[in-house]
Structures are given as structure tokens and as C-alpha cells.
């Protein structure tokens, strides 16, 4: 085991001291969250010092062996001030600059982000708190690279976001990690324009608590997001059970961490058609699950309107009876207006059949757009963007889909991926 996580850790840090930058992303299992005893639920790690300083210490010589340019961590634990010490001296002394953030309503973990000065200068750092029933947050990095890393551009920048979604634990939730990445990227995009940025690479990194065969990850991919780990290993959106990440607390194995990358040379449609896409695609979900045809399923959204089509009220009862409003975790008054809008493609104030076929039932994602058409071509403005080299997870066996149970640094793997400035032309945003 130790030969084979020297030649990961070797490969990261080689690639990096060349041409390369690498980010890693991490759930380190907070020890307010760790259970030690199966029988007694109760029991956490946070009540034994000697054995969440021995597991984080040992978290720490990971990371500092792999080097990574960028490491984002989740579940830490910035409720402890001598573990936020610990992090924060050994990182620091090793060269990062380091920015933690705590989840809302004193929850006790929250999120770090560490960049290292050798590769990035930090422009700016904000905090988006999404004050929601999960109290979940996300960091925002705005950095720059600098020599010799920057070789293409002397002022080449990246976007770094860092979050940890809400865990489903009930169908009602769905819709709020939705939201979450919703409210991500409302934030990112009006960051870009506040500051009148050029196109530049945004890279997410986090705990999406969501496999490839979820909304969250169709979203994503339908603003031009890549997970770089899949494109490194040329997996398509269909292959979903080629590795894992995570064993939950329930003992399901699934593949819930990504680090995200969106080039500037991606076609990406505007954000409200994408999230109204990604809501009609659980809205038909839950329709196709009680096994509705298209018929069926138009008869449901009429409710009681004799004529042929859905009127607004019909449409905000379907969303009721679907569980998608009705409940604090529910869709918002703009959000179910915003929808309406979308299906209403005429806006003569109703849907009819055709208008329902076309924007829910039958509407498809843009996620497929990653060959040739989905990139910007020609004698465009050049910029500067990533290629992904490589990525890798420890353990190298969730790679293969099986988690060792002598693993227990967290009950997530660590994801590196190593990326290689490269250039290109710029895009633009696509109705």
C-alpha cells in the first residue's frame, strides 16, 4: 500500500514543480461526526483528544506529502481551536495560505481552503452562506497564478469554489441541493460580473453528496462543468459505478466527491434555463416513477380544468402534490414563477400539450455537449484554460469501486486531480 500511495503522492508533486497545478478535495470526517462504537451511537470521536489529533496529524502528513497547489477540505472542525491551530501552523509552515469557514447556526464543522504561495496569489476571498435548513456554506477564491506557472498569461487567474451539499435525508431535501448549486453559481456569475472579469477556469471542489446518476451532477454538466476525475479516466455520464468516494453513515458506498472544472472555451447555456431544466428533470422523475405516460402525466398537471391545458394554479398544485412546495425546504414564490415562465413558452398565461412535451416531459440536458460542438472555435479572443493530466483516489481500491476496511483516515476518499495550463479560445453564453 505505502509503494503505491508513494507513486500517487510522487506523480502529483512532480507534475506540479513542472508545468502543472493540482488541487485535492477532501472530507475529513469531522470527530463531532465520527462514530467509534456501533453498538453506542452516542460515542464520538470528538470525546477521545488522543485519537482525533492522531487521525488528523496523520490527515496533515498526506496532504503535506502530496503538495497539492490547492486543498479543499469539509467536515473540519473549526469549533475546535486547537485543531484549527494544528491545521493552520502545519499548513501554514509549509507554505499555504489557509481560509476556513463554519457552517451557519454554530454547527461545529465547516470548510477550509488552502492555496499554496509558490503557485497562487489571492485576490479576493468571500463567503457565501446559503442560510438554508442544512446551515451549509461555501468559500469563493479568486487567485492568480504566478511564475513560472503562469506562462501563458502574466495575469492568469482561476475561480476556486469550495462547499459541502446537504445530505439527502428525506426525498423533500433534493430540492434544496439544487438550490445550493443554484445560489453557487448565481454567486459566481455575479462575482465575475461585479468585477468585470475576463473568461477565465472555475473549479469546484467539494462533498456534492449526489452520484453521477443525480440532478446535481446533470445540472452541472449542463453549464459545461467536467468532472475531472471522470475525464481523466474517460468515463462517460452513463458509467456511475466505476469508483466511489464516500461509505455513509448508513453503509451505501457511492461516488459523491468532485472536483468540477469549467474552461472558459465551453458554450454555456444562461444559468436560469439550465436550473429550469434541472428542476423539470426531478419534476419528470417523480412523474415517470409512478409510471405516468405523457397523457397521463398532462391529465395530472390539468387537476380539475376541463379545458386542454394546465393553468398556473394547475401547475402550483402538481408541485404541491410532488412534494416540491408545500414545506420549508420547498421551491420559493420566484422560483415557481420563474418555472412558469419557462413552460409558458408563448405566454399566453397557459401550457398546452405541445408547450408540455417540449419543456417538461420531453426536454433533454445539454450535458453531451462535451465534443466538438460544445467548445468555442475559430479566430476567437484567446485565453488560457486547464487540460486535466491526471487524477487519483486514496484509497486506490475505490477506485475499482471497493471500500478497504482497514481504511480509516474518514469515511471519504481523497480525490487529486493534476491539471496542465493550456490554450484556447473564448466562449460565450448560449441561450
Avoid at 467509534?36 to 470525546?47: A, F, G, M, T, Y
Avoid at 495575469?155 to 445550493?180: A, C, E, G, M
Amino acid at each position: 500500500m505505502k509503494g503505491r500511495i508513494s507513486k500517487i503522492g510522487s506523480y502529483a508533486i512532480s507534475s506540479s514543480t513542472r508545468d502543472c497545478i493540482s488541487c485535492t478535495t477532501f472530507n475529513i470526517l469531522a470527530p463531532i461526526y465520527k462514530r467509534l462504537s456501533r453498538n453506542d451511537q452516542s460515542i464520538r470521536e470528538s470525546d477521545n483528544r488522543a485519537y482525533w489529533m492522531g487521525r488528523n496529524h496523520r490527515i496533515l502528513d498526506w496532504l503535506l506529502y502530496e503538495r497539492s497547489s490547492i486543498i479543499c477540505l469539509q467536515e473540519f472542525w473549526v469549533g475546535n481551536e486547537e485543531l484549527v491551530r494544528l491545521y493552520e501552523k502545519r499548513l501554514g509552515d509549509a507554505g499555504y495560505l489557509c481560509y476556513k469557514l463554519g457552517r451557519t447556526n454554530n454547527r461545529g464543522d465547516g470548510l477550509l481552503t488552502a492555496v499554496h504561495k509558490d503557485y497562487f496569489r489571492v485576490v479576493r476571498s468571500r463567503d457565501l452562506l446559503f442560510n438554508d435548513c442544512g446551515d451549509r456554506v461555501a468559500q469563493l477564491l479568486h487567485v492568480e497564478l504566478v511564475p513560472p506557472y503562469s506562462q501563458y498569461d502574466a495575469h492568469q487567474q482561476v475561480l476556486i469554489v469550495n462547499t459541502h451539499l446537504l445530505f439527502p435525508h428525506d426525498s423533500t431535501l433534493s430540492i434544496v441541493r439544487l438550490q445550493q448549486v443554484y445560489k453557487i453559481l448565481q454567486y459566481v456569475e455575479s462575482y465575475q460580473q461585479e468585477v468585470n472579469l475576463s473568461p477565465m477556469p472555475i473549479i469546484l471542489c467539494g462533498d456534492w453528496n449526489g452520484s453521477k446518476r443525480g440532478h446535481v451532477y446533470k445540472f452541472l454538466r449542463s453549464q459545461g462543468f467536467v468532472s475531472s476525475y471522470d475525464s481523466a479516466h474517460r468515463y462517460t455520464d452513463s458509467e456511475s459505478q466505476k469508483w466511489i468516494s464516500h461509505r455513509n453513515h448508513r453503509g451505501n458506498i457511492c461516488a459523491v466527491d468532485f472536483i468540477w472544472l469549467l474552461n472558459p472555451n465551453r458554450y454555456r447555456k444562461l444559468l436560469k434555463t439550465s436550473w429550469s431544466e434541472a428542476v423539470f428533470g426531478m419534476f419528470r422523475y417523480l412523474l415517470r416513477r409512478a409510471s405516468l405516460t405523457s397523457e397521463d402525466a398532462f391529465a395530472f398537471l390539468k387537476t380539475d380544468n376541463d379545458g386542454d391545458y394546465i393553468t398556473f394554479l394547475g401547475f402550483c398544485e402538481t408541485l404541491r402534490q410532488l412534494n416540491l412546495t408545500g414545506h420549508c425546504n420547498g421551491l420559493t414564490k420566484k422560483e415557481i414563477k420563474d418555472l412558469w415562465i419557462q413552460a409558458d413558452i408563448d405566454g399566453n398565461g397557459i401550457v398546452d400539450y405541445k408547450e408540455f412535451q417540449q419543456r417538461i416531459w420531453n426536454q433533454t440536458w445539454s450535458e453531451q455537449r462535451d465534443a466538438e460542438d460544445g467548445e468555442a472555435k475559430g479566430n476567437q479572443e484567446q485565453t488560457v484554460g486547464f487540460s486535466v493530466k491526471n487524477a487519483v483516489l486514496f484509497p486506490p481500491e475505490v477506485e475499482k469501486g471497493v471500500w478497504p476496511e482497514n481504511y480509516s483516515l474518514s469515511d471519504h476518499a481523497r480525490l487529486t486531480v493534476v491539471f496542465s495550463p493550456i490554450r484556447m479560445p473564448c466562449s460565450q453564453m448560449v441561450s
